[in-house]
């Protein structure tokens, strides 16, 4: 199965979430702060991470901050006890890939694992780059270019623009941008989706306002052409 790492300070939650992976035939490596989770973040080459928020050494969100900017994009599965919106939006933000507030129960953790693990092995198979126009992307160092220059795209902007190229021609609908981009539904709407692209065609498009790649299927949702 799958090397997870699970960084998590409370010994009680650390065991039961090590034996519940294990009985699901994962290897478990464990770390109780966050500066070892961080060292064998980057030694053990883990499948997936469940990291705690609340970390002595170093921050849940500065250790997903710090991998992130390091382009270590092993998938990441947030837990922490705060339960407000905001908390959850900074750490999708910083580039987790699920959130799941304290108390949980182990079958849901046990399937977000296993959903957040799918989705990983599905983007393993999409394209690695991407050029069109003056624009460059590199989808599996996260990394964007327009006429040499920089562009700063969030971790769910270059999943939605990997999937729709991976599909050009075809249209998308919402929904599936949904579930195989965001892979959740607590929080996001549709709405969310035409944001992002409307985000993507102010960053990559030449003319936003009349998309020539980005496009919309009315009714539908959005296709990639090339």
């Known amino acids: 199965m799958a090397r997870i790492l699970i960084i998590e300070d409370d010994p009680a939650i650390l065991r039961g979430l090590a034996d519940n992976l294990g009985c699901e035939s994962h290897e478990v490596v464990t770390a109780t702060d966050g500066e ?24 849940g969100y500065e250790l997903c901050r710090t991998l992130r900017a390091e382009h270590v994009m092993t998938p990441i599965v947030m837990l922490t006890a705060r339960g407000d919106e905001a908390d959850r939006v900074v750490g999708l933000d910083l580039g987790a890939d699920d959130y799941i507030t304290k108390p949980f129960s182990v079958r849901e953790l046990l399937a977000r694992v296993r959903a957040v693990l799918r989705r990983a092995q599905a983007l393993s198979i999409l394209p690695a780059e991407l050029h069109f126009d003056e624009v460059t992307i590199d989808f599996r160092r996260f990394e964007a270019r327009r006429s040499g220059q920089p562009v ?3 971790r769910k902007e270059f999943g939605l623009l990997r999937l729709l190229a991976a599909r050009a021609g075809e249209p998308v609908t919402r929904d599936d941008l949904l579930n195989e981009v965001w ?17 993507l065609r102010a960053k990559l498009e030449v003319t936003p306002a009349a998309p020539r790649h980005l496009c919309t299927v009315h009714g539908v949702g959005y296709k990639w052409v090339p």
């Open 152 to 154: 700063e795209l969030t």
């Open 36 to 59: 070892s989770g961080y060292a064998l973040a980057r030694t053990e080459s883990p499948d997936l991470i469940v990291l705690d928020v609340m970390l002595p050494r170093m921050s």
């Open 183 to 199: 892979g959740y539904d607590a929080t996001p709407t549709t709405r969310t989706v035409d944001n992002h692209v409307a985000s």
